[in-house]
């Protein structure tokens, strides 16, 4: 298991809090929102990451390859061309 450091969830965490804050220091966003969405997200990295330790097995990562192969299937097939004729449609003849 990688040190906390070492993540890709540390670092996606520090900079969208960094990222967030470029437009608080421009006045765009609230300093309050930024607060609270801050928050929130270090409070995500920290249950995930407490959740990976506690539980880390191969089990998990089988479960989780499953559930990420269901999740771009479903994306996959919400994202037809939009020239896709549909077959069985019939509402044009009437």
């Known amino acids: 298991m990688r ?4 993540t890709s969830e540390f670092w996606l965490t520090v900079l969208t809090v960094i990222g967030m804050l470029i437009p608080v220091l421009q ?7 930024w607060a609270i969405i801050s ?42 061309p939009p020239d896709t004729p549909q077959t069985g449609d019939d509402t044009d003849s009437k």
């Open 27 to 33: 006045g765009t966003i609230n300093p309050e929102t």
């Open 3 to 6: 040190k906390g450091v070492k």
């Open 39 to 80: 928050g929130v997200l270090v409070g995500a990295y920290t249950i995930a990451r407490a959740v990976v330790k506690a539980t880390a097995s191969k089990e998990d990562d089988r479960v989780l390859r499953i559930v990420w192969d269901k999740i771009i299937r479903q994306i996959d097939d919400t994202t037809e």
